[in-house]
């Protein structure tokens, strides 16, 4: 999840919680040296609280035990549980007794919500670029 926040100099920077719980983000860039107020992250694009690059490069993230991206042991009901974070919103896909059955769910979602979005993107981009 990622959160879209205003530093003190009027710039705003789009930062993971875990960077702004654990203290690692403190500005948008602007104490860095080199970089003015309000400078986004080089290499990154942000359409509504989404990192289109992160999204499409489908990372299993360090902590992720199952080996597939929104999919994780739920201890406490003992199933596993599908979830999909896209637009700032968590979308909770459902809990499942087979690993299989998450992972389908987990997809689905992916081809519905995230596929639509990754190919529209694509295509502002290329319009952009024979724009410009």
Same mark, same amino acid.
């Given at each position: 999840t990622a959160w879209l926040c205003r530093c003190? &100099?009027?710039?705003?920077?789009?930062?993971?919680?875990?960077?702004?719980?654990?203290?690692?983000?403190?500005?948008?860039? &602007?104490l860095v040296a080199g970089r003015g107020p309000g400078a986004d992250l080089p290499g990154l694009t942000y359409v509504d609280g989404t990192c289109v690059e992160m999204l499409a490069a489908k990372t299993v993230r360090r902590n992720n035990t199952s080996g597939v991206p929104g999919v994780d042991w739920c201890a406490q009901k003992g199933r596993w549980r599908a979830t999909l974070c896209f637009k700032g919103r968590r979308h909770y896909l459902g809990s499942y007794t087979q690993f299989e059955d998450a992972v389908k769910a987990r997809k689905r979602a992916e081809e519905e919500l995230v596929a639509p979005f990754l190919r529209e993107f694509a295509g502002d981009a290329a319009h952009q670029a024979a724009d410009g």
């Open positions: 003190d &100099c009027g710039g705003q920077a789009v930062v993971l919680t875990y960077r702004l719980r654990s203290g690692h983000t403190s500005s948008c860039g &602007c």
